[in-house]
């Protein structure tokens, strides 16, 4: 059984019912999808949640193309640049940016973004020793003691804070970005490090077409939720029942019994647990309290997307490129925002322009406010920044409230506590964002291994049982 319809327990229904297991999956709303949500409104898609995911992480660009989703995956449209607001004005990204490095030094000598004093401070990074010493530290103080605090304000915090909805100095280097810490160890230098991995991907790439760090899918990620949904629907002994939160798990002899909030008792073989990180603590404080208090430990962020579509001519200024991170310091309600309709095909009419903007935790209160006041100042905005001068056509506001993981610094033995507190408990196993990594691929690789773990253990004729007594 998996509980929760997001794309985590999405991953692993299907994955249960590829291994021929029968499986009931319960998700809480009415809708699948969880954080991924798309929308049509006149002629626009709006992502609410995610609208991409990373290439380099296979395994949802795998499951796409599994379930005949290949044909429809698109990358970001060229050119790709991107700005970076800070100290007022707007600053192209260097070109050849890897993770927070570069992997050129020619675009980041020259570029205007940082000052010479500032570059020669990153510079020491060459000469510097060796930092780490097994403890995991904060992205911020790591980078600031590396490359110094510029490099950390203009880009490792624009960039990481906003996908992980927190801070660099709360971040752990450990789990978000273990990469700089292999670079250190190997390499000492991360410039040196990155720069040689930079020549090595451009050896790899030559003769083949440059590829996008970023892809989607032609009708938005909800097709990927459709596609699951029919897949699963589609399988022998397989149910989705929507509008049925779990209210509690219970010890049944050796069995986990699972209690719906209609009163509804399921008595699976397994439990997949892929509700929200603070739900699943919840639904295990009885039955496995330290793994509950473990998960607790895993803190959350609150944060917004605002989607607004406006005429192309409401713009004094067009904005150019894919979009804008900004300094943590600037004036502005947005910590980022995405030029939709310049970085993807197909997400909006001729002669309008899409933005995405994210409503970053420093302007949390915000979203505690109403729809008109948010919309207001992520318009105010955009109209300082390029002149727009006429009224959004279409807006749609999501708030994601303490939903999102975040992995500060300890995270690795937070989430080692969480399943040496399971082990003894093989028949549930939780899964989420708030463990492993909280990308949409990370939450596909997860779902499928834990439907592959508790598809070991289930003897499928009771599993079956329970999804007709229930029916
Ligand atoms: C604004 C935003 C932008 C993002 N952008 C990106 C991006 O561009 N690329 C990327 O890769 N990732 C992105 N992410 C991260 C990614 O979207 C999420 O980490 C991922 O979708 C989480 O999936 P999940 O299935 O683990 O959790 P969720 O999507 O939260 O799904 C959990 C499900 O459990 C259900 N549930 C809750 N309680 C119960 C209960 N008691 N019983 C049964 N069901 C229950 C919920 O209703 C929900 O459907 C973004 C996240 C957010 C919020």
Redesign the pocket.
Known sequence: MV????????AAAYELTLAGVPVLL????D??????WTKRVEGFLI????????SYRPA?TELARELGLGGSIIGTTEPRRVFIRARGAMVPMPDGMGLVLPTRIGPFVTTPLFSWPQKLRAGLDLILPRRLDGEDVSIGAFLRHRLGRAMVDRLADPLLGG?Y?APVDDLSLFAVVPQLRDYEREHRSLLLASLAQGRAARARASGSPAGSL?LSLEGGLGSLVDALAAAIRGAPDAEIRLS????ALEREGSRTAVRL?DGTRLEPDAVVL???AP?AAA?LADELPVAAAAIRAIPHGT???VTLAYAADAFARPPEGHGVLVAADEPLAFGACTFTSSKWAGRAPAGTVLVRA?VPERSAALLGGPDDAIVAAIHGDLRRLFGVRAGPLVRDV?R?TD???RYTVGHLGRVAAVEAATTGRPEIAV????FHG??????VAR?RAAARRVAALVGSGVEAAAVAGAA
């Not at 992502?47 to 990373?54: K, V």
């Not at 909280?438 to 939450?443: A, F, I, K, Q, S």
């Open positions: 509980v929760g319809g997001g794309i985590t327990g999405l319960v998700e809480a709303s809708r699948l999808g969880g954080k991924v992502e609410a949640g995610p609208d991409s995911f990373i949802a996908i909805g970023f049925a939160p779990v209210a909030a892929a509700a929200p739900v639904l944060t917004g997307v994210f999501a994601w939903a999102m993981p899964a989420g964002a708030a909280v990308g949409v691929p990370e939450c779902g």
